[in-house]
């Protein structure tokens, strides 16, 4: 299957405390991207690394990319309540046709 | 400037009915995509269009499943004879050529329930 695959399925966090989520895939990908989905929601484009990248920051989000082994990791700092919603990884493979998304990890930050 | 649009937000329908949803992507955006999120899953890709054209109808999952676009903006995703697992939130989503047609905006989705 190309689908990437997401873990944890499901992070419990308090507030201010940082959440990790990671993606693996299987096939050569020309960039990586997370999304975000909040309860009732369309999804929400976060950020995009590209392959020749290893890591990227977007105020309180870095994501890193390892193409050797076929991961990349989302870290979001200080989360707030808000950030409760699910996170999916997504990537093109051979061309920019479709996406092919993660299952997602669904974060709840506790206040 | 508004972003993509999609109608009906929810749809309750009948096993064996038709149905059609709508998508409004956002002006100027040529690349239009439809996606099916099953109840806590991933999305899952069903067709592509490049203008009124589409390339890539790879992931429509059987012949009930048809999908237009006119004038390069509004399209329309059918569903004939539904059947309950079709049951899902379908999402729309465009991109535009200057993004380099990466990054997707999507739309709020529209929630098909089949009885």
């Known amino acids: 299957s190309q689908q990437g695959e997401e873990d944890p399925q499901a992070l419990s966090i308090q507030e201010g405390e940082n959440a990790t989520m990671n993606c693996s895939y299987k096939?050569?990908?020309?960039?990586l991207q997370w999304y975000r989905q909040n309860s009732g929601r369309g999804l929400v484009h976060l950020i995009l690394?590209?392959?020749?990248?290893r890591e990227k920051h977007s105020g309180r989000l870095r994501v890193t990319l390892d193409t050797s082994k076929k991961s990349s990791s989302l870290l979001i700092t200080a989360s707030r309540a808000a950030d409760t919603a699910s996170y999916f990884c997504a990537f093109f493979s051979g061309g920019y046709n479709k996406l092919i998304f993660g299952a997602g990890t669904r974060l709840a930050v506790h206040p | 400037g508004a972003g993509v649009s999609q109608s009906p937000s929810n749809k309750v329908t009948e096993k064996g009915k038709d149905v059609e949803l709508r998508c409004d992507p956002i002006s100027g955006h040529t690349a239009l995509y439809w996606y099916r999120q099953s109840l806590g899953q991933g999305l899952e890709f069903l067709i592509y269009f490049q203008g009124n054209s589409a390339p890539d109808k790879s992931g429509l999952p059987s012949d009930r499943f048809s999908a237009e676009r006119t004038g390069g903006s509004v399209s329309t995703l059918t569903i004939q004879r539904t059947q309950q697992e079709d049951s899902a939130v379908y999402l729309c989503a465009s991109s535009s050529p200057g993004l380099g047609y990466h990054e997707q905006y999507f739309g709020p989705g529209t929630r098909l329930t089949v009885t």
């Open positions: 096939t050569s990908i020309n960039n």
């Open positions: 690394i590209r392959s020749n990248e």
